[in-house]
């Protein structure tokens, strides 16, 4: 199949490249940037004109919801959304039921994966047998199954010495360790710590609980060179000592979340489920510090956190409330957004959602890493056509995932995603 891309302004955040050019691309890869080749004859014209042709975006963090809670959502229904959303390569935590700790199982969410033909799946196994933090799991075996890194999810490592071990096995075979920083006696809160929560009686998460955990983190890193990403950094406090450890030369990467970079916990407003997260929504100071964070690359990656309720989990009191929010879908606009807000760019909006996350996955994406995230010659076809100028309104109901809970229900965003290609072939078309 071959597809000419034409008259669309080229960004590779990547290389610098932003130009009118056209894209021809054959065999699932880029043969020509800028211009089109003298003998290409296409099977198929896309008309970009108006349109932004950018990298395939790269999702660190999509709850896909396959196996186990298939009443949430289904491989066939996120995936859809994530094509929806211009995202052509997601990773998945392990928490599903039966978690991700057995080969078997990687396996077999892969084949259904790549039956779809939409988005690329690249699981994290699970760091220690069932989440329970006590024996790991067969990182070596995981890794063959097709594994990327290895990760608790949302479950706390609450013992220390498991995970030393767990560190000084990664770093021995070079695997990464993906964490979110919680401490497991102090994270168990339903809103942040502070004057709201207090007010609304509900349960607080201390700052101390991300940043004892991640003062902890960093320690045993030093002591065992591992290489660790931060998932869903949610304070201010945190992403201080997450760049004083950077700037100590540890080999630590990190995320943070579309809903921490845009929300506060005022949103909360009168117990509004919609705004129950994990990790919660923190003050606007926290917030501010975020977003700087990410336009100053002390955070690597934008992700969507997506994790996909059914109505019955969030039509309940707040602190009973499943935490959780459908996102991929919005990550562009959301990221749009930030980098209009902010001052930063659509250049630099693009990156933390393109090279800056393939960057983080390094050499866990195999032959794939080459050219994942940017757009070269010879590389990898995985493409996100949108408008930036086209606002649309994010209305849950006409939303692909099975999903349908967003705390941005009504907002007005820009970026409406035209095509996406993975692979070469067009895997959305609106």
Known sequence: M?????????????????EV???????????????????????????????????????????????GYEHEGMLESELAAAVAGGVTSLVCPPDTDPVLDEPGLVEMLKFRAEKLHQSRVFPLGALTRALQGEALTEMVELTEAGCVGFSQAEVPLANTQVLLRALQYA?????????????????????????????????????????????????????????????????????????????????????????????TDTDIGYFDSRMRLNPPLRQQRDRDALRQALADGVIDALVSDHTPVEA????????????????????????????????????????????????????AL???????????????????????????????????SQGKHTPFSGYQLPARVCWTLVGGQVAYEA
């Not at 009191?317 to 991929?328: D, H, I, K, M, S």
């Not at 032959?367 to 649309?392: I, M, P, R, Y």
């Open 312 to 363: 019955d989990a969030k039509t309940l009191p707040f602190a009973e409330a499943e935490p959780g929010a459908t996102g991929l879908e919005l990550l562009l606009g959301l990221a749009c957004k930030w980098g209009t807000d902010s001052g930063v760019g659509l250049s630099r909006a693009l990156a933390v959602l393109t090279s800056a996350p393939a960057r983080v996955l390094g050499g």
């Open 171 to 263: 770093a021995s075979f070079g695997y990464t360790v993906w964490l979110r920083p919680q401490d497991s006696w102090l994270g168990g809160g339903v809103a942040a710590s502070g004057a709201l929560a207090t007010r609304l009686g509900l349960s607080g998460v201390p700052v101390a609980a991300e940043t004892i955990a991640l003062h902890t983190l960093f320690e045993l890193m030093r002591a065992t060179g591992a290489r660790v990403h931060v998932c869903r950094i949610s304070s201010a406090a945190g992403v201080a000592l997450l760049a004083q450890a950077k700037a100590d030369g540890l080999a630590v990467t990190a995320d943070v979340s579309i809903n921490s970079l845009h929300l």
């Open 366 to 400: 195999g032959t794939f890493q080459a050219s994942a995230g940017q757009l070269v010659k010879g590389g990898v076809a995985d493409l996100c056509v949108f408008n930036a100028q086209a606002e649309w309104t994010v209305q849950p109901d006409t939303l692909r």
């Open 21 to 67: 050019g056209d894209v021809a691309i054959a065999a699932g890869r880029i043969v020509s940037l800028k211009g089109a080749l003298a003998d290409f004859a296409p099977n198929r014209t896309i008309d970009a004109t108006g349109c932004i042709v950018a990298p395939g975006l790269v999702d660190l963090s999509a709850r896909l919801r396959e196996p």
């Open 2 to 18: 071959k597809i000419l891309i034409k008259n669309g302004r080229v960004i590779d955040p990547a290389s610098g490249l932003d």
